[in-house]
């Protein structure tokens, strides 16, 4: 029940976020989604140097 009151408070949380200050929030999105690309090219430069 708490974690789904918890879901429901970070979900309410996020659509408020995205609905006030969009140019923010697409700004943090464009932030996340390139730390996940460096990331995911991180573990391949990992990988060529092991192998």
Not at 15 to 27: K, N
Not at 37 to 44: D, N, R, T, Y
């Amino acid at each position: 029940m708490v974690k789904k009151a918890v879901i429901l408070f970070v979900v309410g949380f996020g659509l408020y976020y995205l609905f006030s200050t969009p140019e923010d929030a697409a700004t943090a999105v464009r932030g996340a989604f390139d730390a996940a690309i460096s990331a995911f090219g991180q573990v391949g430069v990992f990988m060529s140097e092991l192998l």
